[in-house]
T-cell receptor
Framework: TAGITQAPTSQILAAGRSMTLRCTQD?????MYWYRQDLGLGLRLIHY???????GKGEVPDGYSVSRANTDDFPLTLASAVPSQTSVYFC????????????FGPGTRLTVL | GQNIDQPTEMTATEGAIVQINCTYQ??????LFWYQQHAGEAPTFLSY??LDGLEEKGRFSSFLSRSKGYSYLLLKELQMKDSASYLC??????????WGAGTKLIIKP
């Protein structure tokens, strides 16, 4: 199985533009997560979804929105990108929020100029 | 506040043993995770501890002391492919993972 896929692999975006990062999993996991990873910092949770139809805010949600219309897909949208959103974005999933493993996608490297 | 501390960088020799420490202060505790991350790649799961004690899995072992807010990852018989960052994460009372900044492990021949 493919596990978790993310698109695009990398992107350069002009400040003020909008963009949607895509994430799809084929493991039928209930819970999905978006993290950003910046040099010298730990992974930080942006938004999460414990099950299809529900979403929640993580540690750094400002400037980002998500939706969870079905089990497989969890897109992350930047409405109006700013340079501080330059980062590597990882999508992850787990069978349930209390599961002992989160599986990560390959990441999207985003540069906002 | 919530805090996960681990050394920024460690160096070890091929074939040796290395211990990577992690201390934490979080709002609640629902398990501690160790992940491996090679440069430019996604984190991959190594271990999970929810009870005190040692969990052994091949060349890797992970220890937890909840009373001390402390864990370590022990890597034995180091191989060059073990050169990577090792990430410690704690699941808090909201079932969200709080991550340390990671320890970059450099293996020398």
């Amino acid at each position: 199985t493919a596990g978790i896929t993310q698109a695009p692999t990398s992107q350069i975006l002009a400040a003020g533009r909008s963009m949607t990062l895509r994430c799809t999993q084929d493991m039928r996991h209930n819970a999905m997560y978006w993290y950003r990873q910046d040099l010298g910092l730990g992974l930080r949770l942006i938004h999460y979804s414990n099950t299809a139809g529900t979403t929640g805010k993580g540690e750094v949600p400002d400037g980002y929105s998500v939706s969870r219309a079905n089990t497989d897909d969890f897109p992350l949208t930047l409405a109006s990108a700013v340079p501080s959103q330059t980062s590597v974005y990882f999508c992850a999933s787990s069978d349930r929020p209390e599961a002992d493993t989160q599986y990560f996608g390959p990441g999207t490297r985003l540069t906002v100029l | 506040g919530q805090n996960i501390d681990q050394p920024t960088e460690m160096t070890a020799t091929e074939g040796a043993i290395v211990q990577i420490n992690c201390t934490y202060q979080t709002s609640g505790f629902n398990g501690l995770f160790w992940y491996q991350q090679h440069a430019g790649e996604a984190p991959t799961f190594l271990s999970y501890n929810v009870l005190d004690g040692l969990e052994e899995k091949g060349r890797f072992s992970s220890f937890l002391s909840r009373s001390k807010g402390y864990s370590y990852l022990l890597l034995k018989e180091l191989q060059m492919k073990d050169s990577a960052s090792y990430l410690c994460a704690v699941r808090d009372s909201n079932y969200q993972l709080i991550w340390g900044a990671g320890t970059k492990l450099i293996i020398k021949p």
